[in-house]
């Protein structure tokens, strides 16, 4: 049997990808790796990047590092700033807008969810 190691990554060696209105660097993902652990994410928005209201079907938390944006959920808005830990249960439908120059957050979640509303107006994942 291998022995199983502590894994790290550097956010400076992760290059950015396009997740329609954001970009994200994805520091572990088990979709890439095949493996049953959950996704971990650095995604930036700028003023006025949006998703399109989804849900996880597990649990989904962020640590907001840097901006503003709202969270819209069952008819409430939760403004999200620099330290603002959220944690959405299962299920949760949501959406959410960035409000500052630029958002900076960092998230956990089941890597199979459908994310953002793309430039077609479908859904990505």
């Known amino acids: 049997m291998t022995a199983r190691l502590p894994e790290m990554v550097q956010l400076s060696a992760v290059a950015p990808v396009q997740l329609f209105d954001f970009q994200q660097q994805v520091l572990f993902s088990p979709k890439e790796r095949g493996e049953g652990f ?14 399109t209201p989804h849900a996880h079907p597990r649990d989904e938390v962020t640590m907001t590092l840097k901006g503003e944006a709202v969270l819209r959920s069952g008819g409430q808005e939760f403004h999200m700033t620099e ?4 944690r959405l249960p299962p299920g949760v439908i949501h959406e959410v807008e960035v409000l500052s120059e630029e958002w900076v957050v960092i998230a ?12 077609d107006g479908g859904m990505g994942a």
């Open 38 to 51: 959950i996704k971990l994410a650095v995604t930036t928005g700028k003023r006025g990047a949006r998703s």
């Open 108 to 119: 956990a979640y089941c890597d199979e969810c459908q994310l953002c509303r793309g430039p």
């Open 83 to 86: 330290g603002t830990a959220m």
